[in-house]
C-alpha cells in the first residue's frame, strides 16, 4: 500500500510542487508527531486554562496536519491512506472539537474549525466524509452554529454548507450518512438542509452561497425520494420560501414614483434601482429554480405555498388596494413578476390565480380587464400586464379572455360558420381594412421619405421595357418603370416581424389543445352542454380535490375549493364555478366596473364598464385620496363621451330599483350571463351574516317572487330533489344547506383559512354597500327583462329552450380594448401604441375562431357584435373630421411622422428608452 | 443516369439554393417585388388588381402590388403543401410572378424525363387568364409547342377562376399530360398525328426528345437567376453533406419541437373548455 501511494505521490506534479521528496512514509511521521505533540496539550491542561500560548500551538500543529491529512491520495481499491485511517482511528476530529468547545467557544473558534473543514472538504483528495470520526464533530459543530450567528460565522458557515452540498452534489452516497449522522444525534434530520434555510432571502453574497447550495439539494432531491420526503414533509422549506416572498413583498413601496405620462411598465433599469424589488426578484427567482429542478413533491408543494401564502392572502389584497396609485404599483408588480417566472408549474401558478381566484367574489382577471378601461396610468399598466399574458401563448389565458366567448360561434351569424376556417387568399379583407386609412395618412399624401432608405419602386409595368432593363439599372435595388410606388424599406421591417411574430405564436400554439376553427371545440356541443360541461368539470375538479391523501400537497387551484381532505359534496362543489364571478357584493371592488348586461344588445358592455367605473370611483372608496377628485373629474370628461347615449335611462332603472327588498339587494347581479355562463354563483345571505353559495339559472331576476321561486328551485337541485318551485318553504332549505355547509366545510379545517369559506368570514352585503351597487339589471322595466324571462325558470333553462337564443358577446376583454381603440384620440400615444400592439399580438394568433372575428371583414356578425372593421370605421371617421377642422393638420401630421420616425431610431440606439411623444 | 439521381441532385440544388440565398435575405435591400416577367406581353387591359382596388377604394392602389405578392405566396404555399409527385417549383428571385420548375417523369412514355420548365404568372393574378407553362426545351408533345416550348394549359383552365383554381393545379395538370396523352386540337399537330397513327415512331421520337432533354440538364439555367434550378454532376465534396441532411430532415421537426423549450402554455384538457382542467400528471412538463 505505501509503495502503492508513493507511485501515486510520484505521478502526480501538483504535489511535486508542494511536498517535493516528501514521501508517504515521512508525511505519516510527521502528522503522528505532531499529533503526539497536541495530544499532550490536550491531556495536560485544562482547556478553559490553557494560555493563548498553547492554543496557537495546537493551531499550528494542527494546521500542519490537516494540510498532510489533504494531500493525502487514497490508498489502492480505495482504501483510506495512511493518514486518514489513523485520524479515525485516533478520532483526530472529534477530540479537537471537543477540546476547542470545552475552551470558550468563542466566534473565533468557531471560525477556526469552520474553516478548517472547509479546507479539508473543499481539497481533500480522498472522501473524508463517509468516516463518521470525521463526520460526526463536523454535525456537532454545524449544530453548533445553528442559534444565530454573528455576520462572521454565517459567512463561513454558508461557505462550508456551501462546500458540503457540492461534495453532496457529486457524490450523493454521502447523503444517506448526513441522515444518519443526525439521526445518531437526536437533531433534526438533514442538518445541512435546515442550517440554509435562514439564509434563502438573504441579500448578498451569503444569501446566493446559501440558495446556491439549497439548488444543489434540490436537484438531489428529484432523484432521491428520502431527500424529497424529508424536505417536503419535515422541513419548513416550502413554506419560508413562499412567506419569504410575502415578507419581501411587505417591504416593496406601496407606490411608484411614475417618472412620466409614458411609463407602463418595470423595465430592467426601474427596478435595478429598487433593492427591494431587486431582492423579491432574486427570491422569485430562486422559487423559479427550485421549482425547475426539485423533486414534484417539493414542487408542488412549494407552488401551492405560493398560491396560498403569497398570492391569495398578499397579492391578491394588494391588488385591490384603495388608491389609484396602489393599484396601479400592484398591477405593475405582477407584470414583472410573470415577466420574471419562467418555469411552467409556476407560471401556472400565477396564472390559476389570475384566471381562477376571486377576491371577494370576483375573479381577479374580470377586475383586472375592467381597469383597461380607467384613464389614468391605471389603465395603461393594466394594459401593459394583458400584453404580457396574451404573449405567454398561454391556451388557458386566451380561453378565458377571449376564446371561451367565441366557442359557441354565437357572435356571427349561424349561416357564417363554413367560413370561419376560409383563408383570404387574395387579401380582400387586407384591402377593406387598408381602405380605412384616413385620406391624410394615404401613401400619396406621405412626405417623402425622411431618412435616407433603399427604397423598394414596383412598377405598374405598363410599359413595355423588359425586365432586365429595368432590372439592371445600376442602383441594383430599384425598377423604374411608369409610375412608381416609394416605399420605404421598414416595410419589408414590418414583414420580417410580422412574419416572426406569426410564426413563433404559431409554433406555441401547438401545444395547445384545440384548434379553435369553429369545429373543434365543437360550438353546438359547447352550447348544448353547457351546463352539463360546468357540472362535468367540476366533477372532475372534484376527482382532483378528492385524492387528496394522495397529493400533501396539491397544486393550487381556484380557491373556491376548499384544501381540505373534507369529501365533497355536490353543494360544495358548487362553490367552484369556474365560469364567473359572483356578485360585485362589495362596492370597493371594481366589481362593479364589469361589463354587464350581455343579455342585452344594447348598450354595449364597455359603455356599461365606463359608466360603473365612473360610479363606483365617485360613490367608492377611491375618494377617500383627496387628489382623486381631479382624477374623477378627468375620468368623467372621458367616460361622459360613451355614456351619454345610455346613461340616462339607465340610471333611472337604477334609482326605482334600489327601493328593491333586501333579499333584491343582496341578491345583487354580478352584471353577466355571458353566452356560457348561464349558471352563477349566487351568495344567499343567512339571518346569522352567513351566506350561502346559490346556484342560478341566470342573473337577470324580474321580481322578487320570481327571484325566491328561483332560488327554491336551485336548492332543489341542489339536493337533486325533485321539488315544485313552489312546494317547499325557502327558510327551511336555506337552514338545511348551511347546516350542510357547516358540516362539509367545517368539519376540515376551517382554520386553515383558504378562502373557500370566504363568504362565511365576511358577509358580503352591508347596507351601505348596497347604495353603490348597480340595480339596473333588476330593473322590472328595461327592455331586457323580457328577454330573459325565460331564463328565469332553471327547468326550462334545463330543457334548453332558454338557450335556442344565443346571446352574442365576445367578451368583456374583446370590448374594452375596442373601447380605448376608438378612444385613440384621446389617448396618449403610449396607450395606443400598448392596445395596437395588443390588437397585432391578437391578429397573430392562428386560431380561425380568433383570426375570422379580428380580420375577416367579410364575416357577418350579429347586430350586437361590435367588430374590429366596424372600431376602424369609427376611428377613421373621426380621424377625418378632425383633420377637415384643423388648419395645421398636414403639418401635425409630418412632424408627427418625425416624432414617431425619431423614436424608432431612438428604440434601436437606445434600447427600451422611450422618446415622450405629444399626440396632436 | 439513373433518372432518380437527377431528381435527388435537383432538390439538392434547391435546398443549396435556398440556403445560399437565405442569409441574403434580411438586408432587404435588394429585395424586389413582382415585376414583369419578359415573356408577359404589355397588359393592355386596366385589370390588374391594383387598378381595381383604385377605382374601388379611391386611393389605395398601391396596396395592389402586395396583395399580389401575398396572393403568390399563398399559392406557392399551396403547391408545397400539395407535395406534388416528382414536381419541384420555386419562385424567382426576381419576380414572384415567375416560377422556376422541373418535372421527373417516373414511367410511361415519358419514363426518366427531366423537364425543366417556367411558369409565367399575369400580373393582374387571380383575375387575369391562367398562369402559362413553358418548358425549357420544347418536348415532343401533342400539347407542346415545338418552337416556343410551352405548354397548352389553357385548354384545361378555359376561365381561371379566383378561389377555385390554383396553380397547383397547373403543376398538378403538367404532370398528367405525360401520362395521359391527348391529341385534341394539338399544339404539336405531327406529335398528335403521330400517338394516333404510329405509336411506335412516336415513341422512338419521345425517347429522343427525352435524351435531348436530359443532355442538357446541366447546361446553364435558361434565364439568369440566382433562384434559377441548375443540375450539376454529382460531387460528393458538395452533395454528399446536402444528402446527408436531407434524410435526415424527415426526424427534424419533432425533434426540433421536442429540444425546443416549450414555448406555448395549455393546460387544458383537451375536449374542454375548462382552463387548468388537465389532470395533474399530463401537467408535468
Given amino acids: 500500500m505505501m509503495m502503492a501511494s508513493m507511485v501515486a505521490n510520484g505521478n502526480r506534479d501538483g504535489q511535486a510542487l508542494v511536498l517535493t521528496g516528501v514521501d508517504p512514509e515521512t508525511c505519516m511521521i510527521v502528522f503522528k508527531n505532531h499529533w503526539a505533540q497536541v495530544v499532550k496539550i490536550l491531556e495536560k491542561h485544562d482547556p478553559l486554562r490553557t494560555t493563548n500560548h498553547l492554543a496557537s500551538a495546537v493551531q499550528n500543529y494542527v494546521e500542519h496536519m490537516l494540510f498532510l491529512l489533504m494531500e493525502e491520495d487514497a490508498g489502492q481499491a480505495g482504501a483510506m491512506g495512511p493518514i486518514l485511517e489513523f485520524v479515525v482511528m485516533e478520532n483526530v476530529m472529534e477530540r479537537l472539537f471537543l477540546w476547542s468547545l470545552r475552551r470558550q467557544f468563542t466566534d473565533d473558534m468557531k471560525l477556526e474549525q469552520l474553516k478548517m473543514y472547509e479546507m479539508i472538504v473543499g481539497q481533500a483528495r480522498q472522501p473524508l466524509l463517509h468516516h463518521k470520526p470525521v463526520l460526526r464533530p463536523l454535525m456537532m459543530l454545524l449544530s453548533s452554529c445553528s442559534g444565530t450567528p454573528t455576520p462572521r460565522v454565517e459567512a463561513e458557515l454558508v461557505l462550508l454548507l456551501n462546500q458540503l452540498c457540492c461534495v453532496l452534489a457529486k457524490d450523493p452516497s454521502v447523503l444517506e450518512l448526513f441522515f444518519h449522522t443526525s439521526e445518531d444525534q437526536g437533531a433534526t434530520n438533514f442538518l445541512i438542509f435546515s442550517l440554509l434555510i435562514p439564509f434563502i432571502h438573504r441579500e448578498g453574497q451569503v444569501g446566493q452561497q446559501a440558495r446556491d447550495a439549497l439548488l444543489l439539494i434540490m436537484s438531489l432531491s428529484a432523484e432521491n425520494q428520502r431527500v424529497a420526503q424529508h424536505i417536503a414533509e419535515n422541513t419548513y422549506f416550502c413554506p419560508v420560501l413562499a412567506t419569504g416572498l410575502s415578507g419581501l413583498y411587505s417591504s416593496l413601496p406601496t407606490k411608484l414614483e411614475v417618472s412620466s405620462e409614458e411609463w407602463h411598465c418595470l423595465h430592467r433599469e426601474d427596478w435595478l434601482q429598487m433593492p427591494a424589488l431587486v431582492q423579491f426578484l432574486n427570491s422569485l427567482e430562486f422559487c423559479n429554480a427550485v421549482i425547475q429542478v426539485a423533486h414534484p413533491s417539493i414542487r408542488d408543494q412549494l407552488v401551492n405555498y405560493i398560491y396560498n401564502g403569497f398570492l391569495v392572502p398578499v397579492l391578491a389584497p394588494a391588488l385591490h388596494k384603495l388608491t389609484l396609485e396602489e393599484v396601479m404599483t400592484t398591477t405593475a408588480y405582477l407584470d414583472l413578476f410573470l415577466r420574471s417566472v419562467s418555469e411552467p408549474a409556476l407560471l401556472q401558478t400565477f396564472l390559476t390565480f389570475i384566471l381562477l381566484h376571486r377576491h371577494e367574489n370576483v375573479h381577479i382577471l374580470d377586475t383586472l380587464v375592467s381597469r383597461v378601461n380607467t384613464p389614468f396610468q391605471l389603465g395603461t399598466v393594466s394594459l401593459a400586464l394583458f400584453r404580457t399574458l396574451i404573449g405567454l401563448y398561454c391556451e388557458d389565458v386566451m380561453l378565458q379572455l377571449i376564446l371561451r366567448y367565441l366557442v359557441p360561434c354565437n357572435h356571427m351569424m349561424l349561416s357564417q360558420r363554413r367560413v370561419v376556417k376560409e383563408r383570404d387568399c387574395y387579401s380582400v379583407s387586407a384591402a377593406k381594412i387598408l381602405a380605412l386609412t384616413p385620406s391624410c395618412c394615404s401613401p400619396e399624401h406621405s412626405p417623402p421619405p425622411l431618412r435616407q432608405l433603399d427604397s423598394i419602386l414596383w412598377s405598374k409595368g405598363n410599359e413595355s421595357k423588359t425586365e432586365e432593363s429595368c432590372l439592371e439599372d445600376g442602383s441594383g435595388h430599384s425598377c423604374i418603370i411608369g409610375s412608381e410606388i416609394y416605399l420605404d424599406v421598414s416595410y419589408l421591417h414590418y414583414l420580417y416581424d410580422a412574419r416572426l411574430g406569426i410564426s413563433s405564436c404559431i409554433r406555441a400554439c401547438r401545444v395547445w389543445s384545440a384548434p379553435y376553427d369553429g369545429e373543434d371545440p365543437p360550438p353546438d356541443e359547447y352550447q348544448a352542454s353547457a351546463l352539463e360541461e360546468a357540472g362535468a368539470s367540476r366533477g372532475r375538479r372534484a376527482q382532483m380535490v378528492n385524492p387528496k391523501g394522495a397529493h400533501p400537497h396539491p397544486r393550487p387551484r381556484p380557491p373556491c375549493q376548499t384544501a381540505g381532505p373534507a369529501p365533497m359534496n355536490q353543494l360544495e362543489l358548487e362553490w367552484d364555478d369556474s365560469y364567473d364571478a359572483g356578485p360585485p357584493a362589495n362596492a370597493e371592488t371594481t366589481a362593479a366596473e364589469r361589463p354587464a348586461q350581455p343579455l342585452a344588445p344594447e348598450p354595449p358592455k364597455h359603455i356599461q364598464a365606463l359608466r360603473r367605473t365612473a360610479t363606483m370611483l365617485v360613490k367608492g372608496s377611491y375618494i377617500e385620496e383627496s387628489d382623486f377628485q381631479d382624477d374623477v373629474m378627468v375620468y368623467n370628461l372621458v367616460a361622459k363621451k360613451d355614456v351619454r347615449d345610455t346613461l340616462d335611462g339607465r340610471r333611472s332603472s337604477q334609482e326605482t330599483e334600489s327601493k328593491g327588498s333586501e333579499t333584491e339587494s343582496q341578491l345583487n347581479d354580478n352584471g353577466h350571463g355571458f353566452a356560457d355562463s348561464s349558471r352563477e354563483v349566487q351568495e344567499v345571505p343567512l339571518s346569522n351574516g352567513l351566506s350561502l353559495p346559490l346556484q342560478r339559472a341566470t342573473v337577470e331576476v324580474g321580481s322578487d317572487t320570481e327571484r325566491s321561486k328561483e332560488v327554491k328551485e336551485n336548492i332543489a337541485d341542489h339536493n337533486s330533489k325533485v321539488q315544485s318551485p313552489t312546494a317547499t318553504d325557502i327558510g327551511d332549505e336555506l337552514v338545511a344547506q348551511y347546516e350542510e355547509l357547516i358540516r362539509t366545510l367545517g368539519g376540515g379545517e376551517v382554520g386553515a383559512g383558504t378562502e373557500g369559506r370566504e363568504p362565511f368570514q365576511n358577509p358580503i352585503v352591508t347596507p351601505t354597500e348596497e347604495d353603490e351597487m348597480d340595480f339596473g339589471s333588476f330593473s322590472v322595466d328595461t327592455p331586457e327583462v323580457d328577454k330573459h324571462a325565460p331564463s328565469l325558470f332553471g327547468t326550462k333553462l334545463r330543457s334548453g329552450s332558454a338557450r335556442s337564443q344565443p346571446l352574442p358577446f365576445t367578451g368583456p376583454f374583446v370590448s374594452v380594448l375596442l373601447s380605448r381603440l376608438e378612444n385613440m384620440l384621446e389617448n396618449s400615444v403610449h396607450v395606443n401604441l400598448l392596445v395596437t400592439g395588443i390588437l397585432a399580438q391578437l391578429a397573430a394568433y392562428p386560431q380561425p375562431l380568433l383570426r375570422s372575428f379580428l380580420l375577416n371583414t367579410n364575416m357577418v356578425f350579429q347586430p350586437s357584435v361590435r367588430s374590429l372593421y366596424q372600431v376602424l370605421a369609427s376611428l377613421k371617421n373621426q380621424i377625418e373630421q378632425l383633420a377637415s377642422t384643423r388648419k395645421d393638420f398636414p403639418e401635425l401630421i409630418t412632424s408627427a411622422q418625425h416624432c414617431l420616425l425619431a423614436r424608432e431610431s431612438s428604440l434601436i440606439g437606445h434600447g427600451k428608452t422611450m422618446v415622450y411623444l405629444n399626440t396632436q | ?285
Fill in chain 2, 1 to 285: 443516369i439513373n433518372p432518380y439521381d437527377y431528381e435527388e441532385q435537383s432538390v439538392q440544388q434547391i435546398a443549396e439554393q435556398q440556403q445560399r440565398a437565405s442569409p441574403s435575405r434580411p438586408s432587404f435591400g435588394k429585395k424586389q417585388l413582382p415585376t414583369i416577367p419578359k415573356n408577359t406581353a404589355p397588359i393592355t387591359k386596366p385589370a390588374s388588381p391594383a387598378t381595381t382596388t383604385q377605382s374601388i377604394n379611391g386611393t389605395h392602389a398601391s396596396y395592389g402590388p402586395f396583395y399580389l405578392e401575398y396572393s403568390l405566396l399563398a399559392e406557392f404555399t399551396l403547391v408545397i403543401k400539395q407535395k406534388l409527385p416528382g414536381i419541384y417549383v420555386q419562385p424567382s428571385y426576381k419576380s414572384a410572378l415567375m416560377w422556376f420548375g422541373v418535372i421527373f417523369i417516373r414511367h410511361g412514355l415519358y419514363q426518366d424525363g427531366v423537364f425543366k420548365f417556367t411558369v409565367y404568372i399575369p400580373d393582374n393574378y387571380p383575375d387575369g387568364e391562367c398562369p402559362r407553362v413553358v418548358f425549357d426545351i420544347p418536348v415532343f408533345h401533342p400539347l407542346v409547342d415545338p418552337v416556343s416550348g410551352e405548354l397548352d394549359v389553357r385548354r384545361a383552365f378555359t376561365k381561371w377562376r379566383r378561389n377555385h383554381n390554383h396553380i397547383w393545379q397547373v403543376l398538378m395538370y403538367a404532370r398528367t399530360v405525360f401520362y395521359k396523352i391527348n391529341t385534341m386540337e394539338p399544339l404539336n399537330p405531327e406529335a398528335a398525328v403521330l400517338y394516333d397513327k404510329d405509336v411506335q415512331l412516336f415513341k422512338s421520337k419521345v425517347v429522343e426528345s427525352v435524351k435531348l432533354c436530359n443532355s442538357h440538364l446541366f447546361d446553364q439555367p435558361k434565364i439568369d437567376d440566382p433562384y434559377a434550378i441548375s443540375f450539376s454532376p454529382w460531387n460528393p465534396a458538395v452533395h454528399d453533406e446536402a444528402k446527408e441532411r436531407m434524410f435526415t430532415h424527415k426526424r427534424r421537426p419533432e425533434d426540433h419541437h421536442k429540444g425546443l423549450q416549450v414555448s406555448g402554455l395549455s393546460w387544458v384538457k383537451p375536449g374542454s373548455t375548462q382552463p387548468f382542467s388537465k389532470d395533474e400528471n399530463s401537467q408535468q412538463s
